[in-house]
């Protein structure tokens, strides 16, 4: 089993100010990326997990493990619509089992 997730991510993105201003980004630091999926992921699987000592050990131990956050396999600037479009589509026709299963 290998559990994981998909995420397209836009090179860019609207201001908070009252005008919407397109801001283009074309970085991504993928360390921090890293971090910050495992923080956000972790967060949520203890605040879903029932109290108890074992759980808390089980995702602080995830975190000593893996000081610099999870795995991130990234591609960048997919540059083929059509790519991009067969990708989604294929998930929407087909959601992967996890999907039924979520919170």
Known sequence: M????????????LT??????????SFLE???????????LLTLVRRV?????ENN?????LFREHKDGFYVYAKRRVSKHRYIVGY?????????????LCF
């Open 49 to 53: 997990l029932p109290v108890s000592l």
């Open 16 to 25: 908070k100010a009252g005008v919407c201003v397109w801001v283009s980004v």
């Open 57 to 61: 050990r089980l995702v602080d131990r």
């Open 2 to 13: 290998n559990p994981h997730g998909h995420v397209l991510l836009t090179e860019g993105g």
């Open 30 to 40: 993928y360390g921090v990326l890293r971090r910050i999926w495992q923080y956000q």
């Open 88 to 100: 989604v589509g294929r998930y929407l026709r087909h959601p992967a089992i996890a999907v039924s």
